[in-house]
């Protein structure tokens, strides 16, 4: 059971935009950053969006990332086929003194 | 070219020690924290633990499920940071990948291509 909870999948066709939400308490994303990261089959995972809706260069514009209390999303426009990943978002918890993840999510493009 | 290379990794049996190290190049590595994350076969992340920089006391912490069995350590001469794994249990089979943080500007989170461990007899 993670202490970040994501949906286990989600689906879109191409050019579609699809969220990804991650719900968290006021001890992790209620007073800390919001990271994303992706994951390609059989790779490491990858930085997507820091810092709630920060991208990291190179990362491209359809990708967004927002903040709001307790919960973040992740907003994914004009999908596309290699968008196709596990995606993660990730926060420190100051109860646990830790960083946690949520489950990840499987995006499918259709 | 930004560049973090475990190795270390292997089979073990239950209630052996393994340590991995975590090669750094291409970036201020003693600006950074490191961090262990794990990945079970088929399953998602699971944080293991984090050694902050010089300027930060090279302040530890650790996830409960490790916490008195792993310790995160680094050495900013050689730019490498280790994961001294003691105690292990056939839960600890996964793949570990080492990430270096800078929370600075520009912000980076750098990861390594991971190594598996595997507990078993």
């Known amino acids: 059971q993670s202490v970040l909870t994501q949906p286990p999948s989600a689906s879109g066709t191409p050019g579609q935009r699809v969220t990804i939400s991650c719900s968290g308490s006021s001890s992790n994303i209620g007073s800390n950053n919001v990271y994303w990261y992706q994951q390609l089959p059989g790779t490491a995972p990858k930085l997507l969006m820091y810092r709630n809706n920060q991208r990291p260069s190179g990362v491209p514009d359809r990708f967004s990332g927002s903040k709001s209390g307790t919960s973040a999303s992740l907003a994914i426009s004009g999908l596309r086929s290699e968008d196709e990943a596990d995606y993660y978002c990730a926060a420190w918890d100051d109860s646990l003194s830790g960083r946690v993840f949520g489950g990840g999510t499987k995006l499918t493009v259709l | 070219e930004v560049q973090l290379v475990e190795s270390g990794g292997g089979l073990v049996q239950p209630g052996g020690s393994l340590k991995l190290s975590c090669a750094a190049s291409g970036f201020t590595f003693s600006d950074s924290a490191m961090h262990w994350v794990r990945q079970a076969s088929g399953k998602g992340l699971e944080w293991v633990g984090r050694?902050?920089?010089?300027?930060?006391?090279?302040?530890?912490s650790y996830a409960a499920s490790v916490k008195g069995r792993f310790t995160i350590s680094r050495d900013d001469s050689k730019n490498t940071a280790y994961l001294q794994m003691n105690s292990l249990k056939t839960e600890d089979t996964a793949v570990y990948y080492c990430t270096s943080m800078y929370a600075g500007s520009p912000f980076f989170d750098y990861w390594g291509q991971g190594t598996l461990v595997t507990v078993s007899s």
């Open positions: 050694i902050r920089s010089k300027a930060n006391t090279y302040a530890t």
